[in-house]
């Protein structure tokens, strides 16, 4: 089964700054990767979809890149609403596995 | 407006079975591979299967966790995808949520709590 190394676990930023998350695939998984945004007691949304497609309606400092077994997702400019954790996700081998979420938390 | 909600969660004893539904409106279901993830207490989202669309052949998925106890199904007539939870064990314990195998579409979710 394909692992999902997601890094860092916590992240602690101020508005106005640029974040970035890691997630490694354990083997190739192309570009079959997506992003999501989960906030308290809600469910996670699509935010980026095939490694770097931004899904409707998502605001563009929402970003991803990569491919193989090393994605990027990157949000710049945080705004207040965007404190929040994010996971990564494989769907190569329809096991769609998660990464560890990344709690992203004001500084 | 599309849309799914989920039903049938509630507190159960450990080796006890509970079904839960889901019921999807505003986008054509039958087209769509559709999958159920949980999320237990503080920690992170993980997939417990899918199902592929009757175009698709239907075939079904299932994690290794719940792979022998769990089932998931379909009915396409209903717009529903089911998940038929057997020997319900404590870890069970978490937030279902349905959603779409392309992960756009997800339901509000339905707590399952496995307690004595």
């Known amino acids: 089964d394909i692992q999902m190394t997601q890094s860092p676990s916590s992240l602690y930023a101020s508005v106005g700054d640029r974040v970035t998350i890691s997630c490694q695939a354990s083997?190739?998984?192309?570009?079959?990767l997506n992003w999501y945004q989960q906030k308290p007691g809600k469910a996670p949304k699509l935010l980026i979809y095939h490694a770097s497609n931004l899904e409707t309606g998502v605001p563009s400092r929402f970003g991803g890149s990569g491919s193989g077994t090393d994605f990027t997702f990157t949000i710049n400019s945080l705004q207040p609403e965007d404190f929040a954790t994010y996971y990564c996700q494989e769907y190569g081998d329809l096991l769609y596995t998660f990464g560890q979420g990344t709690k992203l938390e004001i500084k | 407006e599309e849309q799914l909600v989920e039903s049938g969660g509630g507190l159960v004893q450990p080796g006890r079975s509970l079904r839960l539904s889901c019921r999807a409106s505003g986008f054509t279901f039958g087209d769509y591979a559709m999958s159920w993830f949980r999320q237990a207490p503080g920690k992170g989202l993980e997939w417990v299967a899918f199902i592929r669309s009757k175009t698709h052949g239907g075939t079904t998925g299932h994690a290794a966790s719940v792979k022998g106890r769990f089932t998931i199904s379909r009915d396409d007539s209903n717009s529903t995808v089911y998940l038929q939870m057997n020997s319900l064990k404590i870890d069970d314990t978490a937030v279902y949520y349905c959603?779409?195998?392309?992960?756009?579409?997800w339901g509000q979710g339905t707590r399952v709590t496995v307690s004595s």
């Open positions: 959603a779409d195998s392309s992960g756009y579409y």
């Open positions: 083997q190739d998984i192309k570009n079959y």
